[in-house]
């Protein structure tokens, strides 16, 4: 076995979870076999056992990357100047990704998988509450610059806001005519009545 | 092999719905073998292929009964006196389904199914159509009683109104922390916001 350098071989192993993503959104994890992923991903049958020990290995490591790229997208977003802006920027980011239903068909899959498997439940659990914290850090922070009329909490503000995702990403995957793009302003206004409506 | 009447015949089919209801939002479809579908129903193994072909069958079975319990609680709505009054009664009544992890996880399961069944695909959106139409048809209605002033189409509000019925059953299988039953009046909320607040 060829022992390639860290960066080359992060970026095969990067290049083996997207192909995985792409397998497990179209075909499902569990009909999905480990020679699909590497034979979209260009390399030879095997050769993914080089990175992985099993195809559940893959999954996990795409749900905890998914949970890492939570977590880099939201961390600077409440140390801004303008909490509620950059929320509606994110949610709108948020219909961006929801557009793309590979993306939301995968986070269907990976929602259901979680329903039947602890340690893909544990992962989705830990990146719903990276989701919420963050959100809940950008309510905290819109609060604090005086942006807030609300009598929700923090915690229950996140949950709806994660709901409205949620809700986003079902309609997705529900009805090929539910164009999030073309939603944002209906999203925003919501959030905005969450937020300032009372 | 016995031949029941007609009405024990469907009651004996009813219980196997039922007991399939909950092996598929515990151990997933896949997981799930006909023996335990009739363990759970108080029958003997082997006894389901008297009512059903197949364990694909029950599940379209399960799927299509979802559709038509739809259609039957929603049909009434709109030809009532206040039809915003009955939208919201029928969100309540939303919340408290939601609050049964069972059923929040077998419609989870089947969504998830859907993306790679084509027939389960068919009956879910059929079922989401229903879902869709009543929804829209309360929503003509209410208009039509002078009731909503919002610049969404009747089929946009819809669509947003299932988006946050979704979000909600995806909150419950997301955060066991999320309790529906105390949120009710906040989706009401956000709904009246939805269909009157601009």
Request: one cysteine or more; glycine letters at 6%; hydrophobic letters at 50%.
């Amino acid at each position: 076995m060829r022992t390639p350098d860290p960066q080359q071989r992060e970026s095969k192993r990067m290049a083996l979870l997207d192909a995985a993503s792409q397998c497990f959104a179209e075909a499902g994890f569990v009909a999905t076999r480990t020679a699909d992923i590497c034979a979209l991903a260009g390399m030879s049958a095997g050769n993914l056992f080089h990175y992985f020990a099993s195809k559940h290995e893959v999954l996990l490591a795409l749900v905890a990357r998914e949970g890492e790229e939570i977590q880099q997208a939201m961390a600077p977003l409440a140390k801004a100047a303008d909490p509620l802006a950059q929320l509606l920027a994110f949610l709108d980011h948020v219909c961006q990704l929801a557009c793309d239903r590979h993306y939301a068909g995968l986070a269907l899959e990976i929602s259901a998988l979680g329903h039947r498997d602890e340690a893909v439940a544990r992962l989705v659990k830990a990146n719903d509450r990276a989701l919420r914290d963050g959100l809940e850090a950008l309510v905290r922070a819109a609060d604090k610059a005086g942006q807030l009329h609300t009598s929700l909490s923090a915690p229950e503000a996140a949950n709806w806001l994660a709901a409205l995702i949620d809700g986003m990403f079902a309609r997705v995957a529900a009805d090929p005519d539910f164009h999030p793009a073309q939603q944002t302003p209906v999203l925003q206004g919501l959030v905005v009545h969450l937020l300032q409506g009372r």
